[in-house]
T-cell receptor, first 116, second 113 residues
Framework: DQQVKQNSPSLSVQEGRISILNCDYT??????FLWYKKYPAEGPTFLIS?????DKNEDGRFTVFLNKSAKHLSLHIVPSQPGDSAVYFC???????????????FGQGTILTVHP | DADVTQTPRNRITKTGKRIMLECSQT?????MYWYRQDPGLGLRLIYY???????NKGEISDGYSVSRQAQAKFSLSLESAIPNQTALYFC????????????FGPGTRLLVL
């Protein structure tokens, strides 16, 4: 049972345009969400996160939106740059005391390609 | 220098062989994790350790074992490797007092023939 799903295996965007990566989850106990970026031959690197008490978090060109009622989050990259081309993973964690505390559940990943 | 290192970076082995993957960290974190990545499946948790005396199974622990030799070292063993353990393996660390963010090593690419 895939508790965190990224239904788009790939996304292609023109440089300067917006990239929107989507993620859905099923476990209502998840209350903290993260996005990681992964380049080939490297480990995933943390990009941005959001707590369930918020619906938006911004960091420069990156914004994460959380819709708790829909169990959906998205990552917006504006403007997109060729260096953003990578695999993006969303991940979720549950609150303290739960069996998932301290553990991350990852989605399958979305390959983003930004064309010059 | 990298905060989380993994050795080896690449390994080819044969079915039935025992193999150990090693992870070291200089971040001073209490928690360490082992994941495997397969195409289309994302990262899946194999084992995790919240401190030196605490070892827990993840969602796909069968066929694997771990050892937490010190706060900074966490190794993953495949007692008898099989071809479907061919994957990319990542070690990660996190700070027990610093939220849920995990920091990953560069990965080990393992091929079991």
């Amino acid at each position: 049972d895939q508790q965190v799903k990224q239904n788009s295996p790939s996304l292609s965007v023109q440089e300067g345009r917006i990239s929107i990566l989507n993620c859905d989850y099923t476990n209502s106990m998840f209350d903290y969400f993260l996005w990681y970026k992964k380049y080939p031959a490297e480990g995933p690197t943390f990009l941005i996160s959001i707590s369930s008490i918020k619906d938006k978090n911004e960091d420069g060109r990156f914004t994460v939106f959380l819709n708790k009622s829909a169990k959906h989050l998205s990552l917006h990259i504006v403007p997109s740059q060729p260096g953003d081309s990578a695999v993006y993973f969303c991940a979720a964690s549950a609150d303290a005391g739960g069996t998932s505390y301290g553990k991350l559940t990852f989605g399958q990943g979305t390959i983003l390609t930004v064309h010059p | 220098d990298a905060d989380v290192t993994q050795t080896p970076r690449n390994r080819i082995t044969k079915t039935g062989k025992r193999i150990m993957l090693e992870c070291s960290q200089t971040k001073g974190h209490d928690r360490m994790y082992w994941y495997r990545q397969d195409p289309g499946l994302g990262l899946r948790l194999i084992y995790y350790s919240f401190d030196v005396k605490d070892i827990n199974k993840g969602e796909i622990s069968d066929g694997y074992s771990v050892s937490r030799q010190a706060q900074a070292k966490f190794s993953l063993s495949l007692e008898s490797a099989i071809p479907n353990q061919t994957a990319l393996y990542f070690c990660a660390t996190s700070d027990s007092g610093g939220g849920e963010t995990q920091y990953f090593g560069p990965g080990t690419r393992l091929l079991v023939l």
